[in-house]
């Protein structure tokens, strides 16, 4: 006990020495390990060389020798033994030899100067396929009914035979629940039956390895009922025993295995196959179960129509009793079979290699298990221990051995040998004592790469003796523990559980013994996971149409991946209908072979991902087929058809449409329509019909294309089920009644020769009915009635088999006539100037003569009440209103204040209207007015315009005057303060004095009689911001001495638009207004201002600069006379602010623009200097202008800049009083040659603009207009 404890201790002290598939390195000293060896039991094929394998390996390399039966096996002295050279593999040539000579049990032993390892004992045998015994068959006759069992016993092979049962034409004999074959090969009935008999049972048996077949001598069987037997026959035949009740049924008994109960075996691992084969009729049923437990679901298959059961790798777990069931309708029967499990030795731990350092202490163990417990010897060098020589270092305790202060030179190899009677096992684990510094097997700078959230595993493969101490670092800097996420396995391994992008890095083992130390870095990289964003989905296509399978995929940028597309986990079609992108999958015209499962992978180098999708090809249903009428009565008949194909797309409903080849051929009608689960259909017919009929199916797709039609199926005829529909009565002019009515369709016909009875009475009168029949119309026509009287009408049809039902009775109305009379006391009441209500006296009933409809009331205005339209009113027309009904009252809107109107009723009905009532004339009250005709704005100027307006056009009253209401609007939403004014009637015009300049002003002007005020004209105007252009001096009152000549000429805008104004001397008529937009190739427009000294053009293009004139043409000749041209700007919006010239913040801003112009200008004149001046400066210097206009607080615009000190003007500087720049009538200048129009000049003509392209000259007169040179184009010349 002691002892035992003492083990263990030392046991739990020696685990750091023990290691798991522990690799020397080739270079160093090491005793042999076998590598590769055959198999224990080997069975060879006579036709073919033996060979038996044994391969080690070692340091030096180990020599082999082998042994045969327990004794030396001397190779060399057998020359059909070759052992290859480096090996210990044999080969051993068999031709020409007996094979059986070899036969034997063979190990192999590798030996070198540290130690000897053995082989397994490697049984040969040769494989045999023996002839089947010469035996005499007999033939067999059994009764109907009876369990049969025809035997096989095929000769014993090596290995044994496969065996199966053929005829004489090679052809399997077909086995089913009844007939089946047993393990052995036995072929089993379980009840014989007439079919059964034939002369050609023959079982074969087939050798595996030898590839040969054998057959039985064929068998015959004769199945045969007892009362045809006699006892004559049964003797013949060696029948002994037959059943008192042939071919009767019978309950289950078993055929195999034979009692109650039987035993099975089974080795651990193996298959574990138990068979019960059952006799009865009919043909039991077979089932399973384990007493105690259940069957395990995951290794239990059941063959043989459940008549086997078969147990895969077999455990102890498996042992007990199983019971087969055997169950017909007569019975059960059970058979238990009793199995145990032993099992062959078996490893728990078999014993690992050693290495030792000097004095260093060892442990092999050596455990196993098995059934019956094996018995564990130890070997060493191939020597049983017992017989080895003694060494104290060396303890064994049954499965362990202890070796302690191993020293240099005692390496050795152990065997471990357990057996018992079911087999054995054997293992060499060498000790090799060495004494070696560390060593890093795992190659350096190795790159790891792994996915987030994925373990990683870092080598660190190690050898050194003793073994070495592993220790990591990362980074060269953090020193890893085991914990979590980091585990050191004990082969120096690291690993992270659950990597992340923080993990990644330099990782660095270390590797330490008491003879050195070494390192090797590694690297890990952490990349992002490859995931599918958005998978394909589920499509339903129609056929023909495309599918599109999308599959959107983030990925690690680092790594390249590869999309990879599957059908049904196979590759795609080739087929170019199948077009294949970065994230998505599209096929083309899809057909149904193309239905499946698409699978997108995404794969990169270190992982995937994938996602799937159906694919449903759907498309109309099939037509469907093999239509059929049963049930066939007068008035129904059943339709039955087989549906056809739905293409993945279930039938919704099926339609039944119906052709009357009698009435109707070609024309299909709808019939009915039944569930698409249904495939019949119950029709009621109508008589006198040739029906045939077709079915459509409709899915979700749409309708199938119409089946065949079904046989033609005709109905007799019979009298009509329905009479005409839609009859009505009513007469068409005075004294007739028109009855009409819908005819019948063929279909409602029911029979030949169908005829109308049509039939009429005045209501409440006591007479007869009126009658014709009529074919062939839909309408009869009775002549002589009274005006507007209710009949009784009846339409019934008939045919040659009858009449229909009895006709409803429906009331209709004779012809009308006009109204013979008019309303009476009519009376018109007036409420206020445009509101009158008029009343009347309802005529009588019986003068309507007709369908009352209302009373239609005609009114006109005839004249006003004014005394200047005392005449009568030419254009006023009749207004007529109609108020429906029985009305006795209505309503006249919308009059025209201060009117005499005129007014008469008629009533109406349905033929026309009757007699006017006596005209009736009523007076309307004074109103309001309404708006003044016109109001019209002229001469606006700086601080005045005029104000023109006309009398409204209705006056509806007598005018007493007009208010004037004005106002400034400040801004788009304010408005300034309200001035009043007032007007007599007979002033239509006045001019507004001490307005502000540039101020737009709003302007209400309305008419007034005593009834009040009317609606407003308004009408807004601005003054003008005006720039004024000089001509020359004329005095007042005098023409000039010489031809037409122009005085003053200005320009101003307004609101409206150019305002332009001049003074005109001459006698001429033919005076114009002439514009053209600046700097355009267009003609010159022109507008007549004849007569007139100011003119405004209207209509002009907001923000466009226009070149203005006035033209006088002498009409006696070519002679032109015209003011200069002049360039006016329509501002981009018209202004409704205060002139931002009078603020404050705009002159201060304006002063900075100047002195920073005015700094430019200096830096301008400085550098013209320094480079010298243009020859075209005194072409600029010619033409000066003499005066410069100063600067405008008004309008802001700018006139002379000029230095402090001399107050000259800036060479070259050219600005108009209008504000604009026109070049002079020189063309000599710098632009024209250069190469654009936008070039500058400075204060002494030099140029300083830049080339830009050609400028366009204007050809009208000669000259060109350009942009002006002021400060502010010079300072963007600069910009």
């Not at 096992?425 to 090799?432: R, S």
């Not at 911001?1025 to 805008?1053: C, L, Q, R, W």
């Amino acid at each position: 006990m002691d002892f035992q404890l003492s083990i263990g201790a030392l046991l739990m002290t020696l685990l750091s020495h023990m290691t798991s598939a522990l690799e020397v390195p080739l270079d160093l000293p090491q005793p042999p390990t076998i590598t590769l060896q055959s198999p224990k039991d080997y069975i060879f094929d006579p036709r073919e060389n033996i060979v038996i394998h044994c391969e080690a390996k070692g340091k030096p390399h180990p020599s082999f020798s082998w042994t045969r039966n327990g004794t030396h096996f001397d190779v060399e002295k057998d020359s059909k033994v070759l052992m290859k050279p480096g090996s210990g593999t044999l080969v051993i040539d068999i031709s020409g030899e007996k094979a059986e000579a070899y036969e034997g049990t063979y190990q192999c032993t590798a030996h070198n100067d540290h130690g000897t390892a053995v082989s397994n004992n490697i049984v040969i045998r040769q494989s045999r396929s023996p002839l089947w015994s010469k035996e005499r068959i007999e033939a067999i006759t059994v009764q109907l009914g009876i369990s049969l069992v025809l035997q096989c016993r095929p000769p014993a092979g090596l290995p044994p035979p496969v065996i199966f049962w053929m005829d004489n034409n090679f052809q399997k004999l077909p086995l089913d629940k009844r007939v089946s074959q047993a393990l052995n090969g036995d072929l089993y009935f379980s009840n014989v039956l007439a079919e059964d008999t034939r002369n050609d049972y023959i079982c074969y048996a087939r050798f595996p390895h030898t590839q040969t077949i054998q057959q039985k001598q064929p068998i015959s069987v004769t199945v045969q009922e007892i009362d045809t037997m006699n006892e004559t026959v049964a003797a013949l035949y060696n029948v002994t025993t037959f059943s008192a009740n042939p071919a009767r049924e019978q309950g289950p008994g078993f055929l195999t295995p034979l009692g109650a109960t039987s035993t099975k075996m089974v080795l651990r691992g193996e298959t574990l196959q138990l068979e019960c084969i059952a006799e009865g009729l009919p043909t039991p049923d077979m089932s399973w179960q384990k007493d105690g437990g259940e069957l395990p679901t995951s290794r239990v298959s059941f063959l043989n129509y459940k008549k086997t059961l078969k147990i895969s790798d077999v455990g102890e777990a498996d042992a007990g009793d199983y019971t087969c069931t055997a169950t017909n309708r007569l019975g059960t029967a059970d058979h238990v079979i009793k199995v145990t499990v032993k099992a062959a030795p078996f490893w728990i731990s078999a014993p690992r290699n050693l290495i030792l350092a000097p004095n260093e202490t060892g442990i092999l163990t050596c455990r196993v298990s098995g059934d019956p417990k094996p018995e564990i010897r130890w070997f060493v060098n191939g020597i049983l221990l017992e017989n080895a020589p003694e060494d104290h270092t060396r303890k064994v305790d049954d499965d362990t051995v202890i070796l302690s202060n191993v020293q240099s030179g005692s390496s050795a190899v152990y065997q471990c040998n357990a057996s018992n009677e079911f087999g054995y096992l054997i293992a060499n684990a060498f000790v090799n004592v060495l004494a070696e510094p560390p060593r890093v097997l795992t190659p350096p700078n190795q790159v790891y790469r792994v996915i987030t959230n994925s373990p990683s595993l870092l080598d660190c493969a190690t050898f050194g003796s003793p073994i070495p101490t592993i220790t990591w670092f990362k980074d060269g800097k953090i020193s890893i523990k085991s914990g979590d996420p980091y585990v050191i396995h004990e082969n120096g391994t690291l690993e992270i559980n659950v990597a992340q992008s923080q993990n990644s890095g330099k990782y660095t083992c270390i590797a330490t013994n008491n003879l050195g130390i070494k390192e090797n870095h590694v690297f890990l990289e952490v990349k992002e996971p490859t995931r599918i964003l958005k998978q394909p989905e589920y499509k339903v296509v129609q056929r023909g149409m495309s599918a599109v399978f999308e599959c959107k995929v983030k990925h690690d940028p680092s790594l390249v991946p590869t999309m990879t597309w599957l059908k049904n986990n196979g590759e795609l079609p080739d087929d170019e209908r199948f077009e294949v992108d970065t994230d998505s999958l599209v096929i083309k015209d899809v057909m149904d072979e193309d239905e499946g499962t698409y699978t997108c992978i995404m794969n990169t180098s270190l992982d995937q991902d994938s996602a799937s999708a159906m694919l449903t090809v759907v498309e109309k249903p099939d037509p469907a087929t093999d239509l059929e009428l049963t049930d066939q009565t007068e008035r129904s008949v059943q339709l039955t058809w087989i549906p056809g194909d739905e293409h993945n797309s279930p039938t919704q409903k099926f339609l039944i449409q119906y052709e009357d080849l009698l009435h109707q051929p070609s024309v299909w009608v709808n019939m009915t329509e039944v569930p698409g689960t249904s495939t019949t259909a119950h029709l009621n017919l109508s008589p006198f019909i040739y029906y045939s009929f077709r079915v459509l199916a409709k899915n979700q797709v749409g309708y199938s294309q119409p089946s065949q039609a079904s046989r033609q199926y005709r109905t007799n005829p019979a009298a009509p089920d329905d009479n005409p529909s839609d009859v009505h009565g009513e007469g068409t002019e005075p004294g007739n009644l028109v009855i009409s009515w819908r005819s019948l369709t063929g279909f409602q016909s029911n029979g030949p020769g169908l005829e109308y009875k049509v039939l009429w009475r005045q209501k409440d009168v006591d007479q007869e009915w009126s009658s014709t029949t009529v074919a062939n119309v839909t309408q009869v026509v009775v002549t002589g009635t009274p005006i507007f009287v209710p009949y009784e009408i009846k339409v019934q049809s008939l045919n040659d088999y009858g009449s229909g039902p009895e006709a409803e009775v429906i009331i209709g109305y004779s012809g009308e006539d006009l109204p013979t009379s008019a309303p009476d006391d009519v009376l018109v009441l007036v409420h206020n100037s445009t509101l009158a209500e008029v009343h009347w006296e309802p005529v009588s009933a019986h003068s309507i003569r007709g369908k009352l409809k209302g009373y239609k009331v005609y009114y006109r205005r005839e004249r006003g009440l004014h005394k200047t339209e005392e005449e009568a009113d030419q254009e006023s027309q009749d207004q007529v209103l109609t108020f429906s009904g029985n009305s006795t009252e209505g309503s006249l809107p919308g009059l025209q204040p201060y009117s005499l109107y005129n007014l008469f009723i008629r009533v109406l009905n349905s033929k026309g209207e009757g007699p006017p009532s006596p005209d009736k004339q009523f007076e309307t009250p004074e109103g309001v007015p309404g708006p003044p005709s016109f109001l019209n704005v002229l001469n606006p100027s700086l601080d005045s315009l005029t104000l023109e307006w006309g009398p409204p056009l209705n006056n509806n009253g007598r005018l007493i005057g007009y208010t004037l209401k004005y106002q400034p609007v400040n801004n788009t939403v304010e408005m300034g303060p309200v001035k009043m004014m007032e007007f007599p009637v007979n002033e239509t015009t006045v001019t507004l004095d001490n307005l502000n300049s540039s101020v737009l002003y709003k302007f209400d002007l309305s008419a007034k009689t005593i009834k009040g005020a009317g609606a407003n004209t308004t009408r807004e105007a601005s003054t003008v911001m005006e720039t004024t252009h000089t001509g020359p001096t004329i005095e007042a009152g005098k023409a000039p001495s010489v031809g037409p000549v122009f005085g003053t000429f200005n320009t101003s805008v307004s609101e409206e638009g150019a305002v332009i104004s001049w003074e005109y001397f001459g006698p001429h008529k033919n005076v114009y207004v002439e514009y053209t937009v600046e700097n355009s190739k267009e003609d010159w427009k022109k507008e007549s201002v004849n007569g007139s000294h100011s003119h405004v053009l209207k209509g002009l293009k907001p923000g466009t600069s226009y070149k203005v004139r006035v033209v006088a043409r002498d009409p006696a000749g070519p002679t032109l006379h015209s003011t200069k041209e002049e360039v006016v700007t329509v501002p981009a919006v018209p202004s409704r602010h205060v002139d931002i010239a009078t603020q404050g913040w705009f002159i201060g801003l304006m002063c900075a623009i100047a002195l920073l112009i005015l700094v430019l200008l200096i830096v301008c004149f400085i550098k013209r200097n320094k480079g010298g001046k243009y020859p075209v400066k005194e072409k600029e210097e010619a033409h000066q202008d003499p005066e410069i206009q100063p600067m405008k607080e008004d309008d802001g615009t700018f006139g002379e800049y000029s230095d402090t000190e001399d107050h000259k003007p800036l060479k070259g500087s050219r600005t108009p009083s209008n504000g604009t720049v026109r070049r002079d009538e020189s063309d000599d200048s710098l632009v024209d040659y250069g190469e654009g129009g936008d070039g500058q000049f400075n204060e002494d003509g030099s140029f300083i603009g830049q080339y830009s392209g050609k400028k366009e000259k204007d050809t009208h007169e000669g000259n060109e207009s350009s942009e002006a040179p002021s400060p502010v184009n010079a300072m963007n010349s600069f910009v």
